[in-house]
């Protein structure tokens, strides 16, 4: 297993780093500010947990989807899942994003003992994300809503770890799920246990900190409340209305790894939550593991959480966007692997990918 | 007590790393030559004056006049070194098969050993190099007697009462002393004297 | 030894350093009045006149930079007084227009220039030859080849300046400055020079039409060398071969010749009067020879004005050697007895072979690793220089970096990460940065920074800053303050509330000059590594002129005043070698405190060199390096 110059030659100097955050705090060489993530001076070690951790190092997919999801019949588009759910909260809370199912999935897990803290991303400011561990209610609303920009808030970990904690509940980005699931897949033999119960979201891509020095300089005067990303438009909350933003403004924000991301609902994760489309306040809910039915039937149980069928016509869309996805991310792969500005972290050669992209260049002359 | 010297001039080095008391050492031990009557020239190389790096002094005597301060390649007759890399650096340089060598055995690790981009040789292989190149070699722990004696950072006075009790060295133990006086008062001049006599001993007959 | 220069014994024979021979010489001539700025190997002469100025009533300055200290003198001397000034070769440049201007009015009380060269650049960025400036300015110029003679020269360049109205300069190097010999002591004055009052028609101007009158004056001085004890020769009545020689070649000729055994075949003429030179005694011996050597430091000075002479006497027969087209001696790096025992025995056709050590067989030899220069443990500077690499490796934006003159100069090596781009003289750094940073409008993007430490500030960045803040130029400008002139031995400058004669002066802040000349300035701790990596990225990404400074008292000055905090390894929770360190301590942090032990496989503290700054415990991954007692 390589070290830290590999992961810097492979994945840090090319752009493919999706600033999960997983390589960072056990390491002194690795670093961030914002969304700067670099090897800041050369490591000697040869083989080194951060390559091991990287979801976009050459990673074994299929293995990891016989470890952790063997038994849960398996979709191409959207992961291996047992079922999909529309849900929201019965009772709103401030901020909440869509239907507030997260915050309550999270809740619940505390509640029943599933896990002894939470690892979520949130802070007084409403776009910065910043993570931390909360075990109390009131730290779990202040991290309600989403946001854009990206974190690696994975660093965090190592701090679950120094206080003992043995049962963790992370809600992270599908590259984060990724990372979470090679941690366990590769942990040494003598490392203590962590037991990790994922709640993936749904994500097109996230923003570089860039958007938040561009926000300042666009709308110097402006305190911003959060922002929302409803079908098609970018809106942004501040205390003098909705301000539209233009997606392309925005899509130019868009950090480069992304660009090389196969995963749009955190195939995965335990339960994976994203927003519900056809209504507001509303989630889409898949649900994968049994832990992740688990979660969701104390939910249901404690009269937390509202759980209805899902539309069978949404279920088709959500699959489109997410095969979508799949062909972009691949047509950006091969041509990054072709120009030799990438190493590639699937075997292109394997299924899917194989047919994806053979379908994809049928289609458009690749 | 005659003037003359066993060899004329006679060409001492005393090396080490910068920190070390060096120069303090070899201006003690030439003050105490110039007192006894002798023409003495020190000439120090110290680099960009900075602490851990090499630092040598030649000392040149001679009853007959004044010496440039710089020794002729192959030309020490004795080397007195601080430190064991420096030592040897010095001695292939300066020393010749009858070259006297003492050395105290403790290292100070370069840059380039404490980064782990070259590792710090052995003392035997040291010693044994400088075996070859040297007519006699011998180790004293100047830094371990010093620091038992109650201060590490005066293994070079230590050094210098092992120098002054060599035959060629026309210095008695009390030269040296009158120096000391001149310089120390109280506790600092008798832990330097303690030292210095420390040093003596391992070289006196 | 200070009392050694002061002490009232004529007549007694002492081991001095040269600079303290100098420094006696000072006192000897009656000096009232030295100013100079510090610069190896010449530093130690002021310092010890600060020492002694209350004792010998005389007043001493650490001048802000040379061009103050070379005027000061011109000043004093204005009023009647002995003015000595001491620089480094580099800082002999730096006063360039003063002395040819100076040259042009001569002066009332004596001035003595002494200029430190440092062949070999021991501690310099260049070796140069000062002499061409005597001759280029046109003042006599003196050469002191032992250390007797480097005491004796001050005292006679008095003389000679006051005799002819010139400024004289006296050239040693580091070999004498820093070397220690022999040198007895002659007789103190009653009283140090007096200051003479200035009437109205008393002049010190410099205008053109004075150029015949310095020439006249150096005519004036010829006659005067033609008899100077420091001229002599040695040898038989008719050499085969005539060494002329002046500084530190004499001694090496010396020795040269009665190694090979060459007494009856190889004469030498010392000249310690090397400009203008006495040609009539110069010929004399010229005329005795018909190989003629030059042996000097460090270009062929005195050689191509012994050439000039051998032009204008056609009659002569006479083949020159020297360092000149390398046509006996190198043309760079210092002399030693060795370069000019083998350029004799070359010369004299005789094999010359040194005492060699004895054999050693190949598997024996031992391999052994370099000393690179590194700064001293708790070095503010290593602090300084790992965040700001850290800093712009994490900006990802190619910052560049605009190097100065200290002891952070070092962190274009190894101890520094190689962070500096540039390096060339003192005040270089913002200049160069301020010109970097106007290509932005030309497409340049990279973050541009400068350095510069709290003595180089003073020294000549003032006109940098205004310059870089009149025009805006998008740059960083970073001034490492650690209360210092520490390179060269902690003299103090502008900001520091004590001068070189232990006096209370009137140290200024250098943020309040920095906010009056109009640019944001932050202070930061370097030793706040994280916590200060953000401001440096923060400011970077800012348009504009910005300066921050990194406070923080040089480590070893800390040491003495506040003494050491004692801080250890926990070896339990040492990583060492493993993923998660990879002796992170030693390896990357590179303090000398900071060692392997490689028997434990762990790292460990070295107690007598660690200072205690604690900066390893704050980046240590695995938070073993434990800091305790001592003030914090």
Not at chain 1, 65 to 79: H, K, M, Q, T, W
Not at chain 1, 141 to 150: H, M, T, V
Not at chain 2, 140 to 145: C, I, P
Request: with cysteine; hydrophobic share 40%; glycine share 8%.
């Amino acid at each position: 297993m390589p070290g830290g110059m590999q992961l810097k030659a492979e994945v840090l100097s090319t752009s493919a780093c999706a600033l999960c955050g997983a390589c960072l705090d056990w390491c002194p060489y690795l670093k961030n500010i914002e969304d700067h993530l670099v090897l800041r001076f050369d490591c000697p070690v040869e083989h080194g947990r951060c390559y091991s951790v990287c979801p976009r190092t050459l990673t074994d997919w299929q293995a990891i989807n016989e470890r952790y999801l063997a038994d849960v019949p398996y979709d191409s588009d959207i992961g291996a899942y047992q079922t999909v759910f529309r849900v929201r909260r019965l009772q709103p809370i401030q901020d909440q994003q869509d239907g507030g199912t997260v915050s309550t999935l999270l809740q619940t897990a505390l509640d029943n003992n599933m896990v002894e803290g939470v690892l979520i991303t949130g802070s007084g400011d409403p776009l910065t994300p910043q993570p931390y561990l909360a075990d109390q209610e009131e730290d779990i609303r202040k991290a309600a809503g989403s946001r854009f920009l990206a974190s690696p808030s994975l660093r965090k970990i190592m701090e679950a770890r120094e206080k003992g904690m043995e049962k963790l509940a992370v809600v992270g980005r599908p590259c984060q799920v990724q990372a979470l699931r090679k941690m366990d897949y590769n942990k040494p033999a003598d490392s203590p246990p962590l037991d990790v119960l994922s709640i993936g979201l749904f994500c097109m891509w996230s923003l570089s900190w860039s958007f938040k020095d561009y926000l300042a300089s666009t709308y110097p005067d402006l305190t911003f409340l959060r922002m929302a990303i409803p079908q098609h438009a970018v809106e942004l909350y501040t205390n003098e209305g909705i301000k539209q933003i233009p997606v392309e403004t925005v899509q130019s924000y868009i950090r480069p790894g992304c660009r090389y991301c196969l995963d749009m609902t955190s195939e995965l994760a335990d339960i994976s939550v994203g927003a519900f489309e056809p209504e507001a306040g509303w989630n889409t809910v898949i649900v994968r593991t049994e832990r992740g039915r688990e979660l969701l039937d104390k939910a249901r149980e404690a009269n937390l959480l509202q759980i209805e069928e899902y539309p069978s016509e949404e279920l088709e869309r959500l699959r489109g966007a997410s095969h979508n996805k799949k062909v972009r991310g691949l047509r950006n792969i091969k041509q990054a692997v072709d120009e030799q500005k990438l190493t590639p972290f699937i075997d292109l050669s394997s299924s899917p990918y194989r047919e994806i992209i053979a379908e994809s260049s049928a289609k458009e002359g690749f | 007590m005659t003037m003359q010297l066993s060899k004329d001039p006679l060409n001492v080095i005393i090396c080490g790393v910068g920190g070390q008391g060096n120069i303090l050492a070899s201006e003690l031990l030439a003050s105490a030559l110039v007192e006894k009557g002798y023409f003495t020239t020190v000439g120090e190389t110290y680099g960009a004056s900075q602490r851990g790096g090499s630092v040598m002094s030649h000392v040149r005597i001679s009853a007959r006049k004044q010496y440039s301060a710089l020794i002729p390649r192959g030309e020490a007759h004795i080397i007195i070194g601080f430190e064991p890399i420096e030592t040897l650096r010095v001695a292939r340089e300066y020393g010749n098969s009858q070259t006297k060598v003492i050395f105290d055995p403790r290292p100070n690790y370069p840059l380039s050993v404490l980064i782990g981009e070259a590792v710090y040789p052995e003392i035997e292989a040291i010693v044994k190099e400088l075996r070859y190149l040297c007519g006699s070699v011998q180790v004293l722990e100047a830094t371990r007697l010093a620091q038992e004696a109650g201060n590490a950072q005066a293994a070079n006075i230590l050094l210098m009462g092992a120098l002054t009790a060599m035959p060629e060295i026309p210095l008695q133990a009390e030269d040296y002393s009158q120096v000391l006086s001149q310089r120390f008062k109280g506790d600092v001049y008798d832990l330097n004297q303690k030292v210095f006599d420390l040093g003596y001993k391992q070289i006196a007959v | 030894m200070e009392w050694m220069v002061t002490v009232n014994e004529p007549g007694k024979t002492f081991l001095m350093q040269g600079n303290e021979a100098i420094v006696r010489g000072a006192l000897e001539a009656g000096v009232r009045f030295a100013a100079a700025y510090p610069g190896s190997p010449s530093s130690e002469i002021l310092t010890m006149l600060g020492h002694v100025a209350d004792e010998m009533n005389l007043y001493a300055e650490w001048s802000t930079n040379e061009n103050c200290a070379f005027q000061a003198c011109m000043g004093a001397s204005f009023g009647g007084v002995r003015a000595l000034c001491v620089v480094k070769q580099n800082g002999l440049l730096t006063i360039g227009d003063a002395l040819h201007t100076a040259a042009l009015s001569g002066c009332k009380g004596g001035v003595v220039l002494l200029t430190a060269d440092d062949p070999n650049a021991h501690s310099s960025t260049n070796e140069f030859d000062s002499r061409h400036q005597a001759r280029a300015a046109g003042i006599p110029l003196l050469e002191p080849a032992t250390f007797q003679e480097a005491k004796d020269m001050i005292v006679y360049g008095f003389e000679l300046s006051e005799k002819i109205g010139q400024v004289v300069m006296v050239r040693s190097v580091t070999r004498i400055c820093h070397g220690r010999g022999n040198v007895t002591l002659g007789e103190l004055p009653e009283s140090p020079s007096s200051p003479v009052p200035i009437g109205e028609w008393d002049k010190l101007i410099a205008i053109n039409w004075f150029h015949d009158v310095l020439w006249a004056k150096l005519d004036q001085a010829q006659e005067l060398f033609e008899e100077s004890p420091f001229n002599w020769y040695s040898g038989p009545e008719q050499p085969e071969l005539l060494i002329i020689t002046s500084g530190t070649g004499w001694l090496y000729s010396v020795e040269a010749v009665e190694t090979l055994g060459l007494e009856d075949k190889v004469g030498i003429l010392k000249l310690g009067c090397t400009w203008p030179l006495p040609e009539k005694l110069v010929l004399k011996y010229l005329c005795k020879s018909p190989r003629v050597l030059v042996v000097e430091e460090v270009d062929p000075f005195l050689e191509q004005n012994v050439a000039n002479i051998i032009a204008h006497n056609p009659g002569l027969n006479v083949q020159l050697y020297g360092r000149y087209k390398k046509s006996a001696l190198p043309q760079s790096f210092e002399l030693n007895p060795d370069v000019v025992l083998n350029a004799l025995a070359t010369l004299m056709d005789i094999t010359y072979q040194s005492s060699k050590t004895g054999e050693v067989p190949a598997e024996a030899v031992v391999n052994i690793p370099p000393r690179d220069l590194t700064f001293c443990a708790g070095c503010p500077h290593r602090a300084s220089f790992f965040l700001l690499k850290q800093t712009l490796r994490i900006h990802e934006g190619n910052g560049v970096v605009m190097g100065d003159i200290g002891c952070y100069t070092m962190g274009g090596q190894r101890a520094g990460h190689f962070l500096l781009h540039s390096l060339a003289c003192m005040g270089a750094g913002i200049n160069m940065g301020e010109g970097l940073g106007q290509l932005t409008r030309f497409g340049f993007n990279q973050p541009v920074l400068a350095l510069a430490g709290d003595s180089t500030f003073f020294h000549s960045c003032l006109p940098g800053l205004v310059n870089a803040r009149y025009h805006d130029s998008n740059m960083l400008f970073v001034i490492l303050d650690n209360s210092a002139t520490a390179m060269t031995g902690f003299q103090p400058h502008p900001g520091i509330p004590v001068n070189c004669m232990g006096q209370p002066a009137n140290a200024m802040s250098i943020e309040k000059i920095v906010e009056a000349i109009g640019c944001p300035v932050t202070v930061a701790d370097p030793y706040e590594i994280e916590a200060t990596t953000q401001v440096v990225y923060d400011l970077i990404k800012k348009p504009g002129m910005k300066v921050l400074i990194l406070r923080q008292p040089c480590a070893t000055l800390a040491v003495r005043s506040k003494g050491r905090r004692k801080v250890w390894v926990d070896p339990e929770l040492c990583r060492g070698d493993n993923c998660g360190c990879g002796r992170f301590c030693s390896k990357t942090w590179g303090c000398p405190g900071n060692i392997w032990n490689n028997q434990t496989g762990k790292a460990e503290i070295d107690e007598v060199v660690c200072v205690g700054c604690g900066v390893c415990a704050s980046l240590c991954p695995a938070g073993a390096i434990k800091v305790e007692g001592g003030e914090a």
